[in-house]
């Protein structure tokens, strides 16, 4: 399986990639390396895997539907940012979600995590699933 993963080199995303790789799964990662992150130079000698410098808003149909699965991650993370730079985070947080979605077919899988921002969750106490309304308090989680 071909597995593309927008931001694969940020906190979630590099430890989801390593493991992805160790399974034998053929991964890509598109980051923008905004933090000169290193999270996965130790995995870069793998053939299984393939890292492009790019910026997710600029990915064409053609490339995108290369894939078997698509897991976008990239994002401007928290409140905070998300405030402070707030057309970035939409157009990064939920626009590149948006042409995603319009240019896969309905034979690729997207998996789309959320953080307990999307849920309004404010507290460990309270467990999100899949059936869990959403209830975002914050223009992060709304993204």
């Known amino acids: 399986m071909k597995i593309l993963v927008p931001g694969g080199a ?28 290193n999270t996965l130079n ?25 894939f078997d699965c698509i897991i976008p991650l990239s994002a401007i993370v ?3 940012a998300c405030n402070l730079y ?3 985070a939409t157009s990064i947080n939920r626009d590149s979600i948006k042409m995603i979605c319009e240019n896969i077919s ?10 307990n921002s999307g849920y309004g969750a404010t507290s460990g106490d309270m ?12 223009h992060y989680g709304i993204l």
Do not use: M
């Open 78 to 80: 928290g409140a905070p």
């Open 42 to 66: 130790h995995i870069l000698y793998f053939d299984n895997f393939e890292i492009l410098r790019k910026d997710v808003r600029s990915l064409e149909k053609k490339f995108l539907q290369k």
């Open 86 to 88: 707030f057309q970035e």
């Open 127 to 138: 467990y999100c699933d899949e059936l869990t309304p959403l209830n975002p308090i914050s």
């Open 10 to 37: 940020g906190y979630t995303g590099s430890v989801l990639v390593e493991n992805l790789v160790h399974k034998g799964f053929d991964v890509t990662v598109v980051d923008l390396f905004h933090f000169s992150e």
């Open 106 to 115: 309905d034979n690729q899988l997207l998996i789309y995590p959320t953080t």
